[in-house]
Nanobody, 125 residues
Framework: QVQLVEAGGGLVQAGDSLRLSCAASVRSFSGLIMSWFRQAPGKEREFVSLISRSGADTYYADSVKERFTISRDNAKNTVYLQMNSLKPEDTAVYYC??????????????????WGQGTQVTVSS
C-alpha cells in the first residue's frame, strides 16, 4: 500500500509562486510513476504533470507549460511541483497520483492506483 501526502498549498496573488510537495510512504519510491492533477470547483479533475521513475522524463499540460516544473527526490520519497507565474485559473485542489505499472495514457485518472488527499491552491487576481 502506498500513502501519499501533499503539502504546500495556500492563498497567493496572481504572479506569485508556490511549491507543492507530495511525500510517499512506500519502500520503493523509485518504482513509481508520479503525477500531479488538479480539480477546480465544478470541473473534472485534470492532468497537470508527470515525471518518470528516474526523473529523466517529464510531461506537462499545455496550460502549465513554461510555468510549472515537476521534480522528484527519490532519496526523500518526494515529488515536487514548482508553480511560477500563478494565475487565478490555476485555483484548484492539487492531487498527487502514483502508479507502479505501465501507463498508456498519463492524463487518464484511471491509470493511477494511488492518490493523495489533495492540497488547496487559491490564486487571487
Amino acid at each position: 500500500q502506498v500513502q501519499l501526502v501533499e503539502a504546500g498549498g495556500g492563498l497567493v496573488q496572481a504572479g506569485d509562486s508556490l511549491r507543492l510537495s507530495c511525500a510517499a510512504s512506500v519502500r520503493s519510491f523509485s518504482g513509481l510513476i508520479m503525477s500531479w492533477f488538479r480539480q477546480a470547483p465544478g470541473k473534472e479533475r485534470e492532468f497537470v504533470s508527470l515525471i518518470s521513475r528516474s526523473g529523466a522524463d517529464t510531461y506537462y499540460a499545455d496550460s502549465v507549460k513554461e510555468r510549472f516544473t515537476i521534480s522528484r527526490d527519490n532519496a526523500k520519497n518526494t515529488v515536487y511541483l514548482q508553480m511560477n507565474s500563478l494565475k487565478p485559473e490555476d485555483t484548484a485542489v492539487y492531487y498527487c497520483a502514483a502508479d507502479p505499472g505501465y501507463i498508456r495514457n498519463y492524463a487518464d485518472l484511471r491509470e493511477y492506483d494511488y492518490w493523495g488527499q489533495g492540497t488547496q491552491v487559491t490564486v487571487s487576481s
